[in-house]
């Protein structure tokens, strides 16, 4: 269970609310769709859940321990369990795919692991087992600068897995990718949660957020408009959006 309670943030000069008084609870193994108008906070709303933007106020808990009491960013033992994924993930073009997954994402590994690139062998293991369960095993030697949009996202999304993420706070992970590419990135991300029980909260089109995920809040002016889970939006909802 992941349980959010009076999730404010304050932003910008006018200290305006940009989130305001969000509450959540779900359980792991759930897809999200979060869906809402340009400027609503559903990337801000992704990043606080990832413990990339600092919380000005409210409580989280992750399987009843505390992340974040009051205010702040959380323990870096959460950052590494809740991963970010933005638009466009931000690779190492130069270094092949395998290397991107081992050396991890800003914010999810160490700084000295990053910058020196130190390896494990049991780790070099692990990262191939998952580039492999997500198609990926004959792309893990090339440069990440020749890979597909697609494929991009899935280094990504197994970067994120490699250093432990149990939460994915994907943003618009299917932007600019064609029908193929969008499908093949949201199967990977359902079939984390239903074979793996991880939790993937997206930021996504309506129509996508229907079809792929079991439950969709809904954001405007940085309030949680609605939640609704196992059936289609009424078209009254959609206009709360
Ligand atoms: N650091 C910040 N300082 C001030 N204002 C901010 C900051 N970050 C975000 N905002 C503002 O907060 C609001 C919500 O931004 P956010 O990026 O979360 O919205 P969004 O719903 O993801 O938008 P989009 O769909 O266009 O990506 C916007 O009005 C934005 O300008």
């Known amino acids: 269970m992941i349980e959010v309670s009076q999730l404010s943030v304050v932003a910008g000069a006018d200290k305006r609310k940009i989130i305001d008084q969000v509450h959540l609870r779900f359980e792991q193994g759930e897809m999200i769709g979060v869906v809402g108008p340009s400027g609503s906070g559903k990337s801000t ?61 800003a914010g999810q590994t160490s700084w000295i692991r990053r910058l020196t690139g130190s390896i494990r ?5 692990g990262a191939m087992d998952e580039l492999e369960k997500f198609g990926l095993l004959d792309k893990a030697h090339v440069q990440a600068g020749k890979l597909s949009g697609g494929e991009r996202q899935r280094v990504a999304i197994c970067r994120a897995l490699v250093h432990g993420a149990k939460l994915i706070a994907a943003d618009e992970p299917v932007i600019g990718l064609d029908k193929y590419a969008t499908e093949k990135v949201l199967t990977t991300l359902k079939e984390l ?11 996504l089109p309506l129509e996508l957020a229907e079809q792929y995920c079991t439950r969709i809040w809904g954001i405007n002016e940085g309030r949680l408009q609605w939640d609704i889970k196992g059936r289609r939006l009424t078209q009254e909802e959609k206009q709360l959006i």
């Open 193 to 203: 949660c239903t074979n793996d029980k991880s939790t993937v909260v997206a930021v």
């Open 45 to 105: 709303l992704l990043r606080c859940l990832a413990l990339r933007t600092p919380w000005t106020t409210g409580r989280y808990t992750f399987e009843g321990k505390e992340v974040i009491k009051s205010g702040g960013r959380g323990s870096s033992e959460y950052r590494s369990k809740f991963a970010y994924l933005e638009q466009s993930p931000e690779l190492n073009l130069q270094k092949t795919a395998l290397k991107n997954v081992l050396i991890g994402q």
């Open 121 to 125: 062998s049991d780790d070099y293991m």
